[in-house]
């Protein structure tokens, strides 16, 4: 969706009377720069992107006040290193402020293709067990598992990207990955003890543990994947993930947030991804956030994954080492600040 002068003016001038009228507790969300407008190079293809057309990349990321920093950098990392960037559409998913972000994306992208989607977080959240770290335990960390749901029918493919990474490579590359048979795509690191994501329960249980037989289960992150919808929507992995946090609930089998049902559900059954596209835990352990370096190898896509955040430890003046390759897709600049409810 492009957006007119028209528009603009009557999204902003909304926006601000709901704000005016509603704000009883105050949140500071940041200004952002426009970020300027990426076109095509001549080998594109020039039909207009659509759910129908085969050379449109659909990328899906959630959107919230507390990582929309994170977010923006992302989206604006990902233009900036794409060939054919006005064939992307963005497909954003959120519980709430729909107005503040919609403002904020329409005048940080004036050019960009998206849609947004609400996310119920009543659908997960009796289902949500407590975790290691606060900020797994939030709905919209559970917003991947219903893709297939949320989107419409007509996109058979998506790419999924968490808030706290930046690319440095052309993303139709990662989209134009063959995934045979399977249902997902990923950087599989099979070198980690995979043990370790799971509790002594679950491994001395053979109810909970025959669910890695027959299997070579490696983990993977989830903050990158590669998803065939069709396959996903005809394998009911929705519901086959809604039944392990089902579990977790009753009888608690792991301490990772969203992770361990994904393992549960994918582990030795994903078709793996050049490591190069997530260079994760750049964020450190999900305790202590502490500095970490690269992986060995080459790199399109850096991953800040883990307690520590960029932007965080850049305003805190206490950066790591490869915080400076995220600092140039920021986009926020110190100014007035908005008021939400």
């Known amino acids: 969706m492009t957006s007119s002068p028209l528009l603009l ?8 009377t709901i704000t005016t009228a509603t704000s009883t507790t105050a949140i500071n969300i940041s200004k952002f720069t426009e970020a300027p407008a990426f076109r095509n190079n001549i080998k594109c293809t020039k039909t207009p992107p659509s759910s129908h057309n085969p050379s449109t990349i659909h990328i899906a990321m ?4 507390t990582y929309l920093r994170g977010s ?3 989206v604006l990392s990902i233009l900036r290193h794409s060939s054919c960037p006005e064939n992307i559409i963005f497909h954003f998913i959120l519980t709430h402020n729909h107005q503040l972000l919609h403002q904020t994306i329409l005048t940080t992208f ?8 609400h996310f119920n977080p009543n659908l997960v959240r009796s289902k949500i067990s407590f ?4 900020a797994l335990d939030q709905p919209l960390n559970y917003a991947r598992i219903y893709l297939a749901n949320l989107l419409p029918d007509t996109i058979h493919r998506i790419i999924y990207f968490d808030s706290d990474l ?3 490579d052309d993303v139709e590359k990662l989209w134009k990955i063959n995934l045979g048979n399977h249902g997902l795509g990923a950087p599989e690191y099979c070198q980690a003890n995979f043990t370790t994501y799971f509790n002594k329960l679950f491994w001395s249980n053979p109810l909970f543990s025959n669910a890695f037989r027959d299997r070579k289960p490696c983990y993977f992150n989830t903050g990158v994947m590669v998803i065939d919808l069709w ?3 005809r394998g009911w992995f929705t519901e086959k993930l809604e039944k392990w946090m089902k579990i977790q609930k009753k009888y608690r089998i792991y301490e990772l947030g969203s992770l361990p049902p994904f393992l549960l559900v994918f582990a030795g059954k994903v078709k793996g991804i050049e490591h190069r596209w997530n260079q994760h835990g750049l964020g450190g352990d999900n305790l202590h956030g502490l500095c970490r370096d690269l992986h060995p190898g080459p790199v399109s896509l850096l991953h800040w994954s883990g307690k520590g955040k960029p932007w965080l430890r850049l305003d805190s003046k206490q ?3 490869l915080d400076s390759l995220w600092k140039p897709y920021d986009l926020y600049h110190h100014g007035s600040l908005f008021l939400d409810s």
Do not use: E, K, M, Q
């Open 9 to 16: 003016l009557f999204t902003t001038l909304l926006f601000l």
């Open 62 to 65: 959630t959107l919230d006040t």
């Open 72 to 74: 923006i950098a992302g």
């Open 110 to 117: 004036p050019y960009l293709n998206y849609h947004f989607y």
């Open 131 to 134: 975790s290691i770290r606060r």
């Open 166 to 168: 930046i690319l440095v």
């Open 231 to 233: 396959r996903w929507r």
């Open 319 to 321: 950066p790591c080492p």
